[in-house]
């Protein structure tokens, strides 16, 4: 691996911006992916979750593009937190450059976006959705673009996009650069690869499905009603800022209200949250004002956390992928991390295909039933099976021991410099 960015092609002005955004030496998804795409080819990139793969692609079209007008560059991403993200690098390497950009995003306002597009920005950063959009009132025009960016293509294959690609790809030219980056390669995005992209490098620098290699993690096979208590129990257990993932809105909404009847400070995360409210939930979970943050898949996609120090399964995700994305997480950077998961026996088959994908097995550990915290917790829950009403049970105790759990309540952190 190179220690430094010197020896990949980019100019003078673009190293003196990574070391002023403290750079110090490329990932190795940088380091493989940034020549090709700095001399026009294709590129399939698969590397997992926060390693670096937006400058893999940012670097390459900012150098290609300095000194030029028009719209030259466009990002599609999945979501609107993930474009918000990529905008921030863009502008921070882009604009010192006389390049500029606009975010086409939905749950904001188009008529601001037909302005901004109006302006010929060099980079336009979308979400599908949005974008088609636009192009249907025919607001939105590529004559001219030169590089298309597909930026975790598999999550926006997962989530129904392939649709609107396909409407998008009828409104670019057809000589373009295309880079594809993507945590996972599977069946779906390589043939999706296979049709659009021409003679691409491919720069795979984890096998596709391998988990960061920091995260330590661990499964539990648990009955559906322990949930609750194992979770109460991992957190109790060390302070880590924790991400728990679940597969529906409405089980977000109760494990949430959980935690904050055991005195936890929690955010949550899914589909019917406004704009704002998301907002608010990801600033206070990057910012420490919450400990722990509760999301399903797609609404947590595009969070960008320095320091997520558990990432806890409550629900097996619906596809073994997601495992992946998940996970990835609690590993960024230098950072490591735990990853817990929740599963019940009959869900034995998910795992063994999440295992498959991996090429590796999850170690294995005992439900801790025999700790103060989960007896307490299984307790409450016989309790209310008993008693539809509200336990009868002495709560100050149970508040009393709360309060002295080790991380109960929100820590001011530090981030970590990027």
Known sequence: MSDSFDKLGLSRETLGALRQARFTRPTPIQEQAIPPALAG?????????????????VL?????????????????????????????????????????????????????QVKAL??????????????????????????HLEALVLDEAD??????FLPQLERIFTALPRRKQTLLFSATLGPEVSRFARQRLYKPVRVEVTRSGTPAERAEQRLYFVRAEEKTPLLLTLLARDDKTTLVFTRAKERVEKVHKALQKAGYRAALLHADRTQNQRRQAMDGFRDGTY??????????RGLDVEDVGHVI??????????????????????????????????????????????????????????????????????????????????????????????????????????
């Not at 698969?46 to 670096?52: E, P, S």
């Not at 999550?155 to 129904?160: A, I, N, Q, S």
């Not at 722990?292 to 947590?300: G, R």
């Not at 991996?358 to 294995?364: K, N, Q, S, V």
């Open 41 to 57: 080819k294709d590129v399939i990139g698969c590397a997992a979750t926060g390693t670096g793969k937006t400058a893999a692609y």
């Open 313 to 418: 399964n409550y629900d097996l995700p619906h596809a073994p992928e997601d495992y992946v994305h998940r996970i990835g997480r609690t590993a960024r950077a230098a950072a490591s991390g735990v990853a817990s998961t929740f599963a019940m026996t009959r869900e034995g088959q998910v795992v063994t295909r999440i295992e498959g994908i991996m090429r590796a097995e999850i170690p294995r550990l005992s439900v801790p039933r025999e700790d103060p915290v989960f007896k307490e917790q299984w307790e409450l829950f016989l309790a209310a099976q008993r008693n539809p009403g509200p336990p009868q049970k002495d709560h100050g105790q149970a508040k009393r021991s709360a309060d002295h759990a080790p991380g109960r309540h929100a820590r001011t952190h530090k981030k970590r410099d990027s």
């Open 118 to 143: 109006k302006e010929r920005p060099t980079f336009v950063l979308a979400t599908p959705g949005r974008l088609v959009d636009l192009l249907e009132n025919e607001a939105a025009a590529f004559p």
């Open 60 to 112: 390459p079209l900012v150098e290609r593009f300095a000194g030029r007008k028009g719209t030259l560059g466009l990002v599609l991403a999945p979501t609107r937190e993930l474009v918000l993200q990529i905008a921030e690098p863009v502008r921070f390497f882009a604009e010192p450059r006389g390049l500029t950009h606009a975010v086409v995003i939905g749950g904001e306002d188009m008529g601001a």
């Open 291 to 300: 400990r722990v943050l509760v999301a399903t898949d797609i609404a947590a």
């Open 155 to 160: 999550r926006m294959l997962d989530m129904g």
